[in-house]
């Protein structure tokens, strides 16, 4: 996944301090400790680019809904969610993300009931708990139903309190430059659940503070509708009327785009987090992903939150934009290996992370290690194509930063039964 798309039989990788230092094939340089990895293909550790972990602990409900119905459904109970289920659904999406070759996980969380504290900082130790990287948003909704929006009243905020408590954060755990483990992304939820208001001051905190920006946009017929009916436009020409479209933001789904809203996005350098299973679990549609490369847009991948995927599992959303992108276009649309640089070196690039998403000198050793010998690839005659049209279950390890986090299969520090019954535990408090 380097500029040149090198791919190397077998190959050896050097890390040191974290980070990549050399990669090669043949004879393997000195090195102070050495892993033979032999039959294993190594990719980069995956990116997610967009994610709810709290949704975890409410999955399989409004099982035929659209998306408008689900939210209705769903935000009375979401309006539970305290610090302690926080960290039990971050521990659970989380370790279910690391599984599936994720090394680093975008979380856009924009529920918070008043007068509760620490949800952030949940998703946080649960993160450094089990060492993955996170990028975590203070998102925010502040267009209550009797506004117009589509939230109950009493998960909206006041604009003060979110900029306020989104500038605390980021002085308590943002962290900057190659290598960053934690760090916080600006996130107003959606057009129809935030104010122009809200969207506006927001793009204004993340520019002053040097922060990535992003928000829900064009997911489904009905979004659009609503934006047409309310503001006159679409939801990207709405967005684009408030000054967002820009290098540092990126935009989950964008099903709906015309073509001008295509060549839009490519002219000024904003990326889309492409999530197949989400927006076909809820009927929304496929997104032109094709087309989105084509003109030059940057193209991450997400697993969106758990209770409309129903997993975590970003692999498997690798191959689910192989099939949909085949859907749409043939079977030319979308390679193997161009699956895979969408859920490596395109969530990367999403997220404006350089130092991540290939295996090259002077990247993190952020690597995902995938068996080869499992039934899934027995009689693959190409290991990396097999991967993907399989759908790999698991990795065999994973190393974030050169920290074995995932190994034999298993995560290195915790046990994943012990978070999914901690989990079923706090789920059971927002049982139908
Ligand atoms: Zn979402």
Redesign the pocket.
Known sequence: MDDADTELGEGWILIEEGFVSAVGAGDAPAADERTSLGGAVVTPGLVNT?H?LYQTLTRARAQQATLFEWLVELYPTWAGIDAEAEYAAARTGIAELLLSGCTTVFD?HYVFPRGRSGLVEAEVQAARELGARLVASRGSMDLGVSDGGLPPDELVEEIDAVLADTERLVSELHETGPGAVIQIAVAPCSPFSVTGRLMTESAELARRLGLQLHT?LAETVEEEGYCRELYGCTPVEYLDSLGWLDGDVWC?HCVHLAPPEIARFAATGTGVAHCPTSNLRLGAGVAPVRQLLDAGVRVGLGV??SASNERSHLFGEVKQALLVARGRGGPQALTAREAIRLGTRGGAAVLGRGDLGSIAPGMCADLAVWPTDGLELAGAADPVAGLVFAGADRVDRLYVGGELVVQGGALVRADEREIATAQRAQAARFAP
Do not use: L, R, Y
Request: overall charge negative; cysteine-free.
């Open positions: 967009h709810h856009h829900h989950a969106d939150g």
